[in-house]
């Protein structure tokens, strides 16, 4: 009888504490999910939220993060709506940075440009803002003069490997890193 007294406390114990949990589980929240980098999970809970929210300051904060969400898990083509969406809710300087940022890392050049530039007629000092706009005029040029270049895979360099940080030597040869399986540090 002690013993049944016994396993049925402590089944009664487990059952308590998995119900716990799962409530605990279900109450997250949209940025609780982002501090734990579940960033899918976070940007669909950070929509839900944002459509519940009446007040623009938070209305931007939410569509920041889910930018930062989609951006920080490679979809940088959401990233960029969200970043122009946080913007419009409440003109936000670092959402236009980022917004410009997305829009130039999906190739929108021309865009990113006028983007840049809005943002830095706020920020007048922002280097890094400076060098981006830089390197949208630099790739727009590169474009223009695309058809100059012909690339050719040269296999014994490429890999599905990692391979990076090549060194040219004097002696017509090729070092360079990579983590190919078959790695023997031989010369090319």
């Given at each position: 009888?002690?013993?049944y007294f016994q396993f ?181």
């Amino acid at each position: 009888m002690k013993k049944y007294f016994q396993f049925t406390i402590l089944f009664a114990f487990i059952a308590v504490c998995s119900v716990s949990c799962l409530i605990t589980q279900q109450a997250k929240t949209g940025d609780m999910l982002f501090q734990e980098k579940k960033y899918t999970e976070a940007a669909d809970l950070l929509q839900t939220e944002l459509n519940k929210e009446q007040d623009p300051n938070l209305r931007s904060k939410k569509a920041f993060m889910i930018a930062d969400c989609y951006r920080l898990s490679g979809q940088t083509i959401p990233a960029e709506e969200w970043y122009r969406k946080s913007n419009e809710f409440n003109e936000d300087q670092k959402a236009k940075f980022m917004y410009a940022s997305m829009q130039k890392a999906n190739e929108k050049y021309e865009e990113a440009v006028k983007t840049f530039t809005s943002y830095l007629k706020e920020n007048p000092f922002d280097e890094e803002a400076k060098d981006e706009l830089e390197a949208c005029n630099q790739a727009i040029e590169w474009k223009k003069d695309a058809a100059k270049f012909t690339i050719e895979n040269v296999s014994a360099l490429n890999s599905n490997a990692f391979d990076y940080a090549p060194v040219f030597s004097e002696k017509n040869s090729v070092a360079f890193t990579s983590d190919r399986a078959d790695a023997a540090g031989t010369a090319i």
